[in-house]
């Protein structure tokens, strides 16, 4: 990745906190989000009143930003959209609901319920999401509240898994479960925890709970957020190399693991400022991967953690919500001044990173053995739709309940929108087995779609301009065709969809990246590196859903043909000059991207 930090000259650091007072944010033209969370009472809103508003589906535009950092969206039905205001219905709103589990571990017991939440108020489906956890889609307002006291009932909650916040924390979830990942495991959980909105409106609200008296004082009821809480949302995650399936340059903060010989956790690389989403046609929104910005020992970790998202509390920009995510506070000041901010704030110079290499960013499928000689098994789950499918499909949710109901150890949600049934003694491994196959959960994906992943997009999506998760499964068939057709059927290739270019698949560190454009359009990017450290370049614009094939195969063809040993095809694409390398940041969108057309 080349360092764009050095060339460059910066704005001067903000010296000032956060504006915190209505009428002061207006003079400072604060955007239009800063003024909602400060008016909200610490995430409050009228969001209690609406929920007694029977009279529609919906809840206010301004209770509908803050219902997030609850973990909930509200959303319509985009199929019958326009049938309803044709018939001047209200459109079909219901609520869609994200859990916050810290590094994606759920105990058989949890999964009954959260099967059980899902059959009662979800359509009978669980969405296994790209960043370790779960959503409910379709949830109607009349069952939200008993749907999310359910929900506490489990011992998990929803709490900051959307808004302007720190999100569900990720961590590697490598079957191979050594020492290594139980401490990345452990540094998610405590980061989770230890930066987790304080205010009770959560509890208030959904479970009817007492609000605690006196809290008004922000030192005691939001210490780290303050009242307006974070500039954008904010994530992090924590990798164990040489896997790197949390894609960690694609979050705001990452942690590596750098192991010593034995192979313990002698400390942490620390990234900055990743991040996927950009909107068409606006060159001054961009993907960007992270920068390894330096090295803690296990005991500074947590405290860098803290001193990161507060630097981007207090610098990240609060005018304009489209640059407000860390990934543009550290290309408006640059790295050399956000580290020393970030030195002062853990109050000791920080080492610089270590050397660490990532092979792929895609899950392990099948059994694996742990160092405790437990197993391990990764299921392929499509777009990661846990539901009972038609037609002879998978039976996954009822599959996995029969799972849960006999399995003694526990699930592990991938960053790949996976499954994986860890922790299975020896002796149990057979009956996991016979279970998996009955309700035919392992029918062989191919080596292209078991590293492919689509976002939700259409019809829940608001954001969606082109179908993703539905169109991906034909698209798949195709491309297996075609690739079979070169003889690179057994070929990993990572192809990822989205239905616009917010990027919640992370197209653009994937070898083929395809973003929606509009209806059957997508922008084609390749040229991504398969570990997800580099990102694509556009190599076609506006290509029809038909074309998609077109433009691959010969490119498929000529990479049968010319590959070297052991080289991937986003490398390939770079070394045989279809597209160039992309340099990180702003240049993006460099309009040198196809160099030549294999067509
Ligand atoms: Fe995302 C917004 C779904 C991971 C970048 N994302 C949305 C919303 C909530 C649409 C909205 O704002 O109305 C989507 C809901 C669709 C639905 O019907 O469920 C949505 N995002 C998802 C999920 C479910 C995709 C999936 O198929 O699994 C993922 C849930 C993750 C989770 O469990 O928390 C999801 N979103 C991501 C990722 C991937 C990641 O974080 O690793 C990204 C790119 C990384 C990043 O943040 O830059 C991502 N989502 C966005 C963005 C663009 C943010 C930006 O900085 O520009 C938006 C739009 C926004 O925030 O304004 C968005
Ligand atoms: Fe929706 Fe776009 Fe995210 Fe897909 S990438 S889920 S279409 S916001």
Request: glycine letters at 10%; a neutral charge.
């Amino acid at each position: 990745m080349a360092d764009k930090t050095t060339t460059r000259t910066y704005e001067t650091p903000p010296t000032d906190r956060p504006i915190s007072d209505a009428e002061a944010a207006r003079a400072a033209g604060l955007a239009a989000n800063e003024h909602i969370k400060i008016a909200s009472g610490y995430l409050r809103g009228t969001l209690a009143d609406g929920l007694l508003k029977h009279a529609t589906g919906a809840i206010s535009e301004d209770d509908g930003q803050l219902v997030k950092f609850h973990g909930m969206y509200l959303q319509d039905d985009r199929d019958i959209r326009a049938e309803r205001t044709k018939k001047k219905l209200e459109k079909a709103y219901s609520f869609m609901i994200r859990l916050r589990i810290a590094g994606g571990v759920v105990t058989p017991k949890q999964w009954l319920a959260l099967d059980e939440i899902a059959t009662t108020y979800a359509g009978g489906a669980l969405r296994a999401t790209t960043r370790q956890t779960f959503q409910y889609h379709g949830v109607i307002k009349s069952n939200l509240k008993r749907t999310m006291a359910a929900i506490d009932a489990t011992l998990l909650d929803t709490i900051a898994a959307c808004g302007d916040v720190n999100r569900n924390v990720m961590a590697a979830t490598n079957p191979a479960q050594t020492g290594a990942h139980k401490a990345a495991y452990e540094l998610a959980k405590d980061i989770s925890d230890s930066l987790l909105p304080k205010t009770s409106a959560w509890r208030e609200i959904w479970l009817d709970g007492e609000r605690v008296v006196g809290g008004e004082d922000v030192a005691e009821v939001e210490p780290v957020y303050g009242k307006t809480y974070l500039p954008r949302k904010f994530k992090t995650v924590v990798a164990v190399p040489p896997s790197n399936e949390v894609d960690i340059f694609a979050h705001d903060l990452g942690f590596i693991a750098i192991l010593d010989r034995r192979g313990k956790v002698t400390g942490w690389n620390v990234t900055v400022g990743g991040g996927m989403g950009m909107t068409h046609g606006e060159t001054d929104t961009f993907p960007r991967t992270a920068d390894v910005m330096c090295f803690v020992k296990p005991e500074d970790a947590l405290k860098a953690a803290e001193a990161v998202m507060t630097v981007q509390r207090d610098w990240g920009n609060r005018k304009v919500r489209k640059n407000a995510r860390l990934k543009y506070t550290i290309e408006r000041y640059g790295l050399a001044a956000f580290r020393a901010e970030v030195e002062k704030r853990v109050g000791k110079p920080l080492a610089d990173p270590k050397p660490f290499t990532f092979t792929g960013n895609g899950d392990r499928y099948g059994w694996t053995e742990g160092d405790d000689g437990r197993h391990h098994l990764t299921l392929y789950v499509a777009s990661g739709r846990i539901k009972d499918y038609p037609d002879g499909g998978p039976q996954l949710l009822t599959g996995l309940r029969r799972i849960a109901e006999i399995h003694q150890g526990d699930f592990r949600l991938t960053g790949n929108q996976n499954v994986i049934i860890a922790n299975v003694p020896a002796e149990k491994r057979a009956e996991i087995e016979a279970l998996v196959d009955q309700h035919g959960m392992m029918k062989g994906a191919s080596a292209l779609r078991r590293n492919s992943m689509a976002c939700v997009a259409l019809p829940t999506c608001g954001l969606a301009l082109a179908e993703s998760e539905r169109y991906l499964p034909s698209l798949m068939d195709e491309l297996e065709a075609s690739l079979a057709s070169h003889g690179l059927q057994d070929d990993e290739i990572t192809i990822r969809m989205t239905g616009c270019p917010n990027g919640c698949a992370r197209p653009f560190i994937a070898e083929i990246g395809l973003v929606g454009r509009g209806p059957e359009r997508y922008h084609l990017y390749l040229g991504a590196a398969f570990d997800g450290s580099r990102l694509g370049k556009l190599y076609a614009e506006d290509v029809t859903a038909a074309e998609i094939k077109t433009h691959l195969d010969p490119l498929f063809a000529a990479y049968a043909r010319n590959k070297q040993a052991g080289e991937r095809f986003g490398d390939y694409l770079i070394r045989d000059g279809y597209v160039t390398r992309t340099i990180n940041g702003p240049d993006f969108h460099d309009a040198t991207g196809a160099l030549k057309s294999a067509a």
